[in-house]
């Protein structure tokens, strides 16, 4: 079975500072890794996945995160947060084979102060 | 193509009622994923059905139950619902191409019992 830890249930953070929002995994076969973006009354959407490969992934606005295989941890980030990046953040692992199910993280709240 | 949709948006029922959600997913996602979430416990997983077959199941009593059609649409259904049943209740459909995991979500349903 996997799981998922988020290190931090909320992240205040000013504008136009860099964040980094933690994530250690829990498996013993290979595995995918995801960030998604949860805005408030909003379903939620891929921020960047891990599936093989380079371990910096990029993804959407301005967003990326690293994979560290020895640390099993998958930290997001950004160099620089707008007020617009308010919102849940959750971290989500699943094995790389098969059809099982995916397992997410309880959320970090990242507030952007002006 | 349309996103995943969701209806009810908001419901609000009284506790020993039953309740069913609908989601339509993407056209041609064949996998439909349905989660719990609620403040503290982040997503809680409850099944996931593939072309009419469920596939995987978390771990909620048998009082949650789902379904799927041809179509690809899938239904869940709660029966004498609890109070603790309140919560945002989540959609979300992948393409069987790409990573497992890669999943794009609706705006959920919010169901109060009262």
């Known amino acids: 079975a996997q799981s998922v830890t988020q290190l931090d249930s909320q992240v205040p953070v000013f504008e136009e500072a860099p964040v980094e929002l933690r994530c250690n995994y829990s498996?013993?076969?290979?595995?995918?890794l995801f960030w998604y973006v949860q805005y408030p009354n909003q379903g939620l959407q891929l921020l960047l996945k891990?599936?093989?490969?380079?371990?910096l992934v990029k993804g959407i606005n301005g967003f990326e995160a690293e994979f560290n295989k020895s640390q099993t941890s998958f930290h997001l980030r950004k160099p620089s947060v707008h007020i617009s990046d308010t919102a849940e953040y959750f971290c989500?692992?699943?094995?790389?084979?098969?059809?099982?199910?995916?397992?997410f993280g309880i959320g970090t709240k990242l507030q952007v102060i002006p | 193509k349309a996103g995943v949709t969701q209806t009810p948006r908001y419901l609000i029922k009284t506790r020993g009622q039953q309740v069913t959600l609908s989601c339509s997913p993407i056209?041609?996602?064949?996998?439909v994923s349905w989660y719990q979430q609620t403040p503290g416990q982040g997503l809680q997983f409850l099944f996931e059905y593939f072309s009419e077959t469920q596939r995987n199941k978390g771990n909620f009593p048998g009082r949650f139950s789902g379904r799927q059609f041809s179509n690809s649409r899938s239904e869940m259904n709660v029966s004498t619902l609890e109070l603790g049943d309140s919560a945002l209740y989540l959609c979300a459909s992948s393409p069987e191409t790409g990573a497992r995991g890669e999943q794009y979500f609706g705006p959920g349903t919010r169901l109060t019992v009262t």
């Open positions: 989500a692992v699943t094995p790389s084979g098969g059809y099982q199910k995916v397992t």
């Open positions: 056209s041609g996602h064949r996998s």
């Open positions: 498996s013993s076969v290979s595995v995918y």
């Open positions: 891990y599936l093989s490969g380079s371990t």
